[in-house]
């Protein structure tokens, strides 16, 4: 045992102290620890037994610097001897009460509680030699619980400082507030059966540094519920967390401050489940947050010169069942190679797709097959750069079976140079599963459509399968990012020789085209497909205009999204897209640019290019002058008036989406006048989501975690914890999204907003050495992340573009199964 800073004499006694901790059974297994034994005196220690002969003691200390005795102490003291009467019998335990620290320098007496709680008015409550004691009983396996004050003890000890995990700062509010805690840990028995959103009275205490990273966060207060003063946190304030600590396990809550806590029926839940672990009753997982039981690796080097022998331009990634990571790259060289933009040459754009196999195995990378795309045509000014090529992939259901690879891309071969138009397609092929190398004659055509390539943008790509069998297709809007200001992309003048590429309502706003849209269909295995019921449309309908439908369509209303997700546990659709460009809100044309995210859970109208966010709209231009403005878009009655539309003229309404951001924040939302406009003040603004940032956006969505889909014997997978939680990120790293967040099931198909989310930067690091330029992002069979780092150029690969893997290495939950007091009745 190593005790740090101690005198000679003062290690010896601890170590005697620690040896008499383990002998009385602290560290025993369930016979030990049910060995009776005679109480010893203890004038201020009060004692109730429980029914049922409980073999488990909590030892609660309430000394005070201050010498008095708080109604709170009471409070505590009581409540936690009814938790310990209560409940099933292999679930209760002795308490016992002492303001007396010298309980601290007997170990034999010690030893024999499963857990300490300290419910203490803070202050220099041990001396050097108790504080010795309680160090050594931590490190011969003991629990702690610290309750509010408790956080205040020892303030000149670094090691209780780490016991508690924080200290309160001077300027915390002292009143009692209202405030909602947001419960972010689903499983630990502290948080079991709380409610996500946890409204409560307390007396709210802000931290002189963040533990969070260093601990694992149970719950965090939402300061925008209350008036955290000057010493505030910001969004992400921790309020009760956990860690194993010195050998031993420690947890903390920062509620219990007021008389009336413990009386409530959530609160003494909450302490229940706090001592349930502490006590070694329950085993519970305190590791899941912690920033240094994660380690990112990057798992392929550079290219050789003038080769894309390791990774082309990274556009995305799927996993197989045995662990191999399948990555494509877009269509962009590397940057020796010559990029054609004269319409004139016939290799105009002409470019590599290529898709790559790591093989976790062997660690070795395949380059299993390269596609002729159209997508290697620079950067630069919207007439100039684009952004087709190969734009998506994913594997059949029955993979292992079959070896068909679904590509979604732009062949060269089929491009109009006259015209500048080409054909977007979905192929399947088949792949050699012992040489890894993509049959290219193998080509099934499923579904194909055409997009303008005269201007640039917004190509999307993502796809996804849901439980089904039903493959989503994500296409972005085809549509120009200029001509509109940054506002809402649909000025329907600008054309190339009849078709428009400045005018989203040809596209995302149009029922009859498969453009800026999430598609589903049934593929079969003759390479043909079906579509399932519940899209938007079945294709059939018309109105007073005789516009019709696509009957592929199942969300229409999408800028760019470029990945998508399904959570086949639930078959809920999670897709992330990219805004326009207008830096701030317009006063005469609407919204600032949102890049959005949206747990969508039935067909529906996502509103680009009439409304964003929370159904907030843009107004409308048309011809002959688009730079005069018209009326507001009706976001529950849209109507595509455009010239250049051929679909449906009324729209279906639009729904409200989850996550929006823009540069000055998350979730700008405005008051609204009596037609619910909103008023696009920027000094009017509030925000929804302060853990939001913007600036050069780039929307990335990511996966949904399900650790019953990853192998039991893993060695890298994630925790459990992560369950449900979805995962939201940005191209860019400084002050945009890389969060994981918990939604409402019962509010997030109709744009409810999340209850909670956490930061990922320290666990999947952002930085120049790190994953800067966030691409996609997948779970694997073996429950490690998978993450492509596009590199730190645009349209071609460089030696920071790689594949990483994040693996979780921070052990299982505790106490040991051995370990535990008793056994899991």
């Given at each position: 045992?190593?005790?740090?800073?101690?005198?000679?004499?003062?290690r010896v006694?601890?170590?005697?102290?620690?040896?008499?901790a383990?002998?009385?059974?602290?560290?025993?297994?369930?016979?030990?620890?049910?060995?009776?034994?005679?109480?010893?005196?203890?004038?201020?220690?009060?004692?109730?037994?429980?029914?049922?002969?409980?073999?488990?003691?909590?030892?609660?200390?309430?000394?005070?610097a201050?010498?008095?005795?708080?109604?709170?102490?009471?409070?505590?003291?009581?409540?936690?001897?009814?938790?310990?009467?209560?409940?099933?019998?292999?679930?209760?335990?002795?308490?016992?009460?002492?303001?007396?620290?010298?309980v601290?320098t007997?170990?034999?007496?010690?030893?024999?509680?499963?857990?300490?709680?300290?419910?203490?008015?803070?202050?220099?409550?041990?001396?050097?030699?108790?504080?010795?004691?309680?160090?050594?009983?931590?490190?011969?396996?003991?629990?702690f619980?610290?309750?509010?004050?408790?956080?205040?003890?020892?303030?000149?000890?670094?090691?209780?400082?780490?016991?508690?995990?924080?200290?309160?700062?001077?300027?915390?509010?002292?009143?009692?507030?209202?405030?909602?805690v947001?419960?972010?840990?689903?499983?630990?028995?502290a948080a079991?059966?709380?409610?996500?959103?946890?409204?409560?009275?307390?007396?709210?205490?802000?931290?002189?540094?963040?533990?969070?990273?260093?601990?694992?966060?149970?719950?965090?207060?939402?300061?925008?519920?209350?008036?955290?003063?000057?010493?505030?946190n910001?969004?992400?304030?921790?309020?009760?967390?956990?860690?194993?600590?010195?050998?031993?396990?420690?947890?903390?809550t920062?509620?219990?401050?007021?008389?009336?806590?413990?009386?409530?029926?959530?609160?003494?839940?909450h302490?229940?489940?706090?001592?349930?672990?502490?006590?070694?009753?329950?085993?519970?997982?305190?590791?899941?947050?912690i920033?240094?039981?994660?380690?990112?690796?990057?798992?392929?080097?550079?290219?050789?010169?003038?080769?894309?022998?390791?990774?082309?331009?990274?556009?995305?990634?799927?996993?197989?069942?045995?662990?191999?990571?399948?990555?494509?790259g877009?269509?962009?060289?590397?940057?020796?190679?010559?990029?054609?933009?004269?319409?004139?040459?016939p290799?105009?754009?002409?470019?590599?797709?290529?898709?790559?196999?790591?093989?976790?195995?062997?660690?070795?990378?395949?380059l299993?097959?390269?596609?002729?795309?159209f997508?290697?045509?620079?950067?630069?000014?919207?007439?100039?750069?684009?952004?087709?090529?190969?734009?998506?992939?994913e594997?059949?259901?029955?993979?292992?079976?079959?070896?068909?690879?679904y590509?979604?891309?732009?062949?060269?071969?089929?491009?109009?140079?006259?015209?500048?138009?080409?054909?977007?397609?979905?192929?399947?092929?088949?792949?050699?599963?012992?040489?890894n190398?993509?049959?290219?004659?193998?080509?099934?055509?499923?579904?194909?459509?055409?997009?303008?390539?005269?201007?640039?943008?917004?190509?999307?790509?993502?796809?996804?399968w849901d439980s089904?069998?039903?493959?989503?297709?994500?296409?972005?809007?085809?549509?120009?990012?200029?001509?509109?200001?940054?506002?809402?992309?649909?000025?329907?003048?600008?054309?190339?020789k009849?078709?428009?590429?400045?005018?989203a309502?040809?596209?995302a706003?149009?029922?009859?085209?498969?453009?800026?849209?999430?598609?589903?269909?049934?593929?079969?295995?003759?390479?043909?497909?079906?579509?399932p019921?519940?899209?938007?449309?079945?294709?059939?309908?018309?109105?007073?205009?005789?516009?019709?439908?696509?009957?592929?369509?199942?969300?229409?209303?999408?800028?760019?999204?470029?990945?998508?997700?399904?959570?086949?546990?639930?078959?809920?659709?999670?897709?992330?897209?990219?805004?326009?460009?207008?830096?701030?809100?317009?006063?005469?044309?609407?919204?600032?640019?949102?890049?959005?995210?949206?747990?969508?859970t039935?067909?529906?109208?996502?509103?680009?290019p009439?409304?964003?966010?929370n159904?907030?709209?843009?107004?409308?231009r048309?011809?002959p002058?688009?730079?005069?403005?018209?009326?507001?878009?009706?976001?529950?009655?849209?109507?595509?008036?455009?010239?250049?539309?051929?679909?449906?003229?009324?729209?279906p309404?639009?729904?409200?989406?989850?996550?929006?951001?823009?540069?000055s924040?998350?979730?700008?939302?405005?008051?609204?006048?009596?037609?619910?406009?909103?008023?696009?003040?920027?000094?009017?603004?509030?925000?929804k989501?302060?853990?939001?940032?913007g600036?050069?956006?780039?929307?990335?969505?990511?996966?949904?975690?399900?650790?019953?889909?990853?192998?039991a014997?893993?060695?890298?997978?994630?925790p459990a914890?992560?369950?449900?939680?979805?995962?939201?990120?940005?191209?860019?790293?400084?002050?945009?999204?890389?969060?994981?967040?918990?939604?409402?099931?019962?509010?997030?198909?109709?744009?409810?907003l999340?209850?909670?989310?956490?930061?990922?930067?320290?666990?999947?690091?952002?930085?120049?050495?790190?994953?800067?330029?966030?691409?996609?992002?997948?779970?694997?069979?073996?429950?490690?992340?998978?993450?492509?780092?596009?590199?730190?150029?645009f349209?071609?690969?460089?030696?920071?573009?790689?594949?990483?893997?994040?693996?979780?290495?921070?052990?299982?939950?505790?106490?040991?199964?051995?370990?535990?007091?008793?056994?899991?009745?």
């Amino acid at each position: 045992m190593h005790l740090r800073g101690l005198s000679k004499r003062r290690r010896v006694w601890a170590a005697s102290l620690a040896a008499g901790a383990v002998t009385a059974g602290l560290l025993s297994g369930p016979a030990a620890s049910a060995r009776p034994y005679p109480e010893p005196p203890l004038t201020t220690m009060s004692i109730k037994s429980p029914p049922g002969g409980a073999n488990v003691r909590v030892l609660i200390f309430h000394g005070s610097a201050a010498g008095d005795e708080s109604p709170v102490v009471n409070a505590g003291i009581e409540a936690i001897e009814d938790i310990g009467l209560s409940g099933p019998a292999n679930r209760r335990f002795k308490v016992q009460a002492t303001g007396d620290a010298s309980v601290f320098t007997d170990g034999t007496r010690l030893g024999r509680f499963n857990a300490i709680v300290f419910l203490t008015g803070g202050g220099d409550v041990l001396d050097p030699e108790q504080e010795a004691g309680l160090e050594a009983y931590m490190e011969a396996g003991g629990g702690f619980l610290g309750i509010h004050d408790a956080a205040r003890a020892e303030p000149y000890s670094d090691w209780f400082t780490g016991l508690v995990g924080a200290r309160p700062a001077a300027s915390s509010p002292a009143a009692v507030q209202r405030a909602t805690v947001e419960v972010g840990d689903r499983r630990h028995p502290a948080a079991t059966d709380l409610p996500v959103q946890w409204k409560r009275p307390d007396k709210w205490l802000n931290w002189v540094k963040n533990p969070s990273g260093e601990v694992h966060t149970v719950a965090r207060v939402r300061e925008s519920t209350y008036q955290p003063g000057t010493g505030a946190n910001g969004w992400d304030h921790p309020v009760s967390w956990c860690r194993d600590y010195d050998g031993g396990r420690s947890f903390y809550t920062g509620m219990g401050g007021t008389v009336s806590s413990y009386d409530e029926t959530d609160f003494r839940a909450h302490l229940r489940g706090a001592l349930m672990w502490t006590t070694r009753l329950e085993q519970a997982d305190c590791k899941a947050t912690i920033n240094a039981n994660y380690a990112a690796e990057r798992l392929t080097k550079p290219n050789q010169p003038g080769q894309n022998d390791q990774i082309g331009e990274p556009h995305g990634l799927v996993t197989a069942p045995d662990g191999r990571v399948f990555y494509i790259g877009r269509g962009g060289a590397d940057s020796s190679q010559p990029v054609i933009t004269d319409w004139n040459n016939p290799d105009i754009g002409k470019g590599k797709g290529e898709i790559h196999v790591y093989d976790p195995r062997t660690k070795q990378v395949t380059l299993a097959g390269a596609l002729t795309v159209f997508g290697n045509k620079g950067g630069g000014d919207e007439l100039i750069k684009v952004e087709e090529g190969l734009l998506g992939i994913e594997l059949d259901p029955k993979f292992a079976q079959n070896g068909w690879v679904y590509l979604h891309y732009t062949p060269h071969e089929r491009i109009d140079r006259e015209t500048r138009m080409a054909e977007r397609r979905v192929s399947r092929f088949t792949l050699d599963q012992a040489t890894n190398k993509l049959d290219l004659a193998s080509e099934k055509v499923l579904l194909k459509w055409p997009v303008q390539i005269h201007s640039c943008c917004h190509a999307g790509g993502g796809m996804a399968w849901d439980s089904k069998g039903n493959l989503y297709i994500a296409t972005g809007d085809n549509n120009s990012s200029g001509f509109s200001g940054g506002y809402s992309g649909n000025n329907p003048e600008p054309n190339y020789k009849g078709v428009s590429f400045a005018d989203a309502r040809r596209t995302a706003g149009n029922t009859n085209n498969l453009n800026g849209k999430i598609l589903r269909i049934h593929p079969e295995p003759d390479g043909t497909y079906t579509l399932p019921e519940g899209n938007l449309f079945t294709g059939k309908e018309t109105d007073e205009g005789g516009g019709k439908t696509r009957g592929e369509i199942y969300v229409m209303g999408v800028r760019n999204p470029a990945r998508i997700f399904v959570d086949k546990s639930t078959d809920v659709l999670y897709a992330g897209w990219v805004g326009p460009d207008a830096s701030g809100p317009s006063t005469t044309w609407g919204p600032a640019k949102y890049d959005t995210f949206a747990a969508i859970t039935k067909a529906g109208n996502r509103g680009w290019p009439y409304c964003m966010g929370n159904k907030q709209p843009y107004r409308d231009r048309n011809l002959p002058d688009p730079s005069k403005p018209l009326g507001w878009y009706d976001c529950d009655h849209p109507k595509n008036e455009s010239p250049n539309n051929d679909g449906l003229v009324n729209l279906p309404p639009v729904t409200g989406n989850n996550i929006w951001y823009s540069p000055s924040g998350g979730a700008p939302d405005y008051p609204r006048d009596a037609n619910g406009v909103p008023s696009y003040k920027p000094e009017e603004a509030t925000y929804k989501l302060p853990w939001l940032k913007g600036g050069g956006q780039a929307a990335m969505n990511g996966p949904v975690y399900r650790s019953g889909a990853v192998a039991a014997d893993s060695t890298v997978k994630w925790p459990a914890y992560w369950d449900g939680k979805w995962f939201v990120g940005d191209f860019y790293d400084a002050d945009q999204p890389r969060h994981a967040v918990l939604m409402d099931p019962k509010t997030q198909g109709d744009g409810g907003l999340p209850v909670h989310a956490e930061s990922l930067k320290k666990i999947v690091p952002i930085g120049n050495d790190g994953i800067k330029n966030l691409m996609d992002w997948k779970f694997g069979p073996d429950g490690a992340l998978y993450v492509l780092d596009y590199g730190r150029g645009f349209f071609t690969s460089d030696s920071k573009s790689a594949l990483w893997r994040v693996v979780y290495k921070g052990g299982g939950p505790t106490p040991a199964a051995g370990q535990l007091a008793r056994g899991t009745e």
